[in-house]
Nanobody, 125 residues
Framework: QVQLKESGGGWVQPGGSLRLSCVAS????????MGWFRQAPGKEREFVAV?????????YYSDSVKGRATVSRDNAENTVYLQMNYLKPWDTAVYYC?????????????????WGQGTQVTVSS
């Protein structure tokens, strides 16, 4: 059974940093694009970042986090990371990990094969 497990969430002050991790129990992890989404209270889930399955590890970010976030992956550990810096109160949300064989599907947020359960990130003073 495929499982995506996020960790690393918590409370942080504005301007602080967090690194989220997602461990995937997928047999061919390196064949999957891995993405991050978030959902704030009362809002729809939105795309945050994706890293492709290809060896060049292409990345793509939403405008809301571009320049403040870095997505990376360790195929040997079946893990994807999201480093978030200069966090702002509106970054508060539940952050979800996602996996799909198509990078485009992750960017569109449609038809994604696997989702994690999410980890809460709260940014406040």
């Amino acid at each position: 059974q495929v499982q995506l497990k996020e960790s690393g969430g918590g409370w942080v002050q504005p301007g602080g940093s967090l690194r989220l991790s997602c461990v995937a129990s997928i047999g061919s992890f390196s064949n999957y694009a891995m993405g991050w989404f978030r959902q704030a209270p009362g809002k729809e889930r939105e795309f945050v970042a994706v890293i492709s399955w290809s060896s060049d590890g292409l990345t793509y970010y939403s405008d809301s986090v571009k320049g403040r976030a870095t997505v990376s992956r360790d195929n040997a550990e079946n893990t994807v990371y999201l480093q978030m810096n200069y966090l702002k109160p509106w970054d508060t949300a539940v952050y979800y990990c996602a996996a799909d064989r198509k990078t485009a599907s992750v960017i569109r947020g449609r038809g994604i094969e696997f989702w994690g359960q999410g980890t809460q990130v709260t940014v406040s003073s």
